[in-house]
């Protein structure tokens, strides 16, 4: 798992959905506590750390991290 999203502080502006090169991103139908619908994952196997949607969230709900490739 390399896409670790704070669904708590998501506000479903969905600007990490658009700028995901991968397009592995979407908005979720549950919302969160605060009401937001909020993203989820679609295929994280893609996910190439690329770090864009963290970059993007005004939010700071994303976080990347980078696995080693060894194992
Ligand atoms: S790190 Fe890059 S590839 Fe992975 S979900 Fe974020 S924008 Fe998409
Ligand atoms: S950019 Fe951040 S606040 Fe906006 S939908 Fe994505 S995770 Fe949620």
Request: charged share 25%; with cysteine.
């Amino acid at each position: 798992m390399n896409v670790h999203i704070n669904t708590l502080l998501c506000k479903g502006c969905a600007f990490c959905v658009k700028y995901c090169p991968k397009k592995i991103l979407e908005m979720g139908t549950e919302r969160n506590k605060k009401g937001h619908f909020f993203v989820i994952t679609t295929d994280e196997e893609k996910c190439t750390s690329c770090a864009i949607c963290a970059a993007m969230c005004p939010e700071a709900a994303i976080e990347i991290t980078k696995e080693d490739s060894n194992g």
